[in-house]
């Protein structure tokens, strides 16, 4: 049994440092890379972007700016609905990603926004991945969601 102890306490540590470690920081200020970007290279352009994140134990926010528009959103990491402008979201962890799901209405259609954040290039790379789906009640031959890969680089 004193063999046991000290193995179940090593694996517990090794458990919990991963678990903190899943986790990271994405606090500072983000530009989008617009040549690795597909937001960047629509029919009609959004950056340049640029995104800064303020990062607790407990909320996130997330201020995006761009030269059309800017917004501030802070989220709780709890997984717990905030109230946005037009709707309601949720931010959560999918392991190392952070996970934003946002419900609106645009002009009478529901929208849903799914936008994941992983860290690349030793944190200093943060891909953001977008889900958007539009419940506009046609066919269903007729695609209601799209996706697109944006790249943004830490600015020091």
Sequence with gaps: MKSLL???LITTLISFSAHAQSKPDFSGTWKMDQSR???AAQKEPIGPVT???AQTEHDVKIETMSP???SAVTYRLDGSEVKIPGGTA???WEGP????EIERYVQGQAVTTKESRTLLAGGNEMLV??????QHGYSASTSNYGRG????VRSR
């Design 37 to 39: 970007s597909e937001s």
């Design 68 to 70: 059309e528009a800017s």
């Design 149 to 152: 890969k944006d790249v943004y």
């Design 129 to 134: 991945e977008i889900v958007v789906v539009v």
């Design 6 to 8: 000290p193995a179940v």
């Design 51 to 53: 995104i800064v994140i």
């Design 90 to 92: 949720k931010t959560h």
């Design 97 to 100: 990603t952070l996970v934003t």
